[in-house]
């Protein structure tokens, strides 16, 4: 089936540090997603992008959808400690507007 | 209730024992989606129910999985003759809109097959 290629797997960063991390398909997709997993909880959606091009912020989080609608990324700005948790970069292909292919996530470490 | 919840939350269960995994949906959404997610991974698809309608099990990986929605609300995943490769945490999502993106996901039931 499709594959996402998300990176970095891991990172461990000072609280205060801005991070980035992205995801690719080698496919399009229609729409592109970003989840955080905190330990023992299931995925909460962070940021939901539905345009290529299409730059969205939610507070000190900002997702963009690729212009070639095969890539999205996710930059944390401003890391603090209950940043930490696993990100996971979700993409839809077109034919299905309710199938969710996930990414293998990226594991964040903030150190006070 | 407040969100999705299923039961149990962690199963042990010993080889070629059945077992049935429960989702209890947000009250009033009309889609529910069935994950699979094993250690390290992502989240994979399995299962999507409109209403009590299974209209996608595309992903279910062989016939000893099935899942029913009989009233459109909480839904079963069966999981027959199980095997050690079906240890995984299995997640349950619902949304309030058909052919919904934006689902919410239950805490999951962490199965471990012996």
């Known amino acids: 089936g499709q594959q996402l290629n998300q990176s970095p797997q891991s990172m461990f960063i000072q609280e205060g540090e801005d991070v980035s991390m992205n995801c690719t398909s080698s496919?399009?997709?229609?729409?592109w997603l970003w989840y955080k997993q905190d330990p023992g909880e299931g995925p909460v959606l962070l940021i939901a992008?539905?345009?290529?091009?299409e730059l969205t912020s939610n507070g000190r989080l900002t997702a963009q959808f690729g212009i070639t609608r095969k890539d999205s990324f996710l930059n944390i700005s401003a890391s603090i400690p209950s940043d930490v948790g696993i990100y996971f970069c979700?993409?839809?292909?077109?034919?299905?507007?309710?199938?969710?292919?996930f990414g293998k996530g990226t594991l964040l470490t903030v150190n006070p | 209730g407040a969100g999705v919840s299923q039961s149990p939350r962690y199963k042990v269960t010993k080889r070629g024992q059945d077992v049935a995994l429960r989702c209890d949906p947000i009250?009033?959404?009309?889609?529910l989606y069935w994950y699979r997610q094993a250690l390290g991974q992502g989240p994979e698809f399995l299962t999507y129910f409109n209403y009590e309608a299974q209209q996608d099990k595309s992903g279910l990986p062989n016939d000893r999985f099935s899942a029913e929605r009989p009233e459109g609300s909480i839904s079963t995943l069966t999981i027959q003759r199980t095997e050690q490769r079906d240890s995984a945490m299995y997640r349950c999502?619902?949304?309030?809109?058909?052919?919904?993106?934006?689902?919410?996901f239950g805490q999951g039931t962490r199965l471990t097959v012996v």
């Open positions: 992008l539905y345009k290529a091009g």
């Open positions: 009250s009033g959404h009309v889609s």
């Open positions: 979700a993409g839809q292909e077109g034919g299905s507007n309710y199938k969710l292919t």
């Open positions: 999502a619902s949304s309030v809109r058909e052919e919904s993106t934006e689902a919410f």
């Open positions: 496919s399009i997709f229609n729409t």
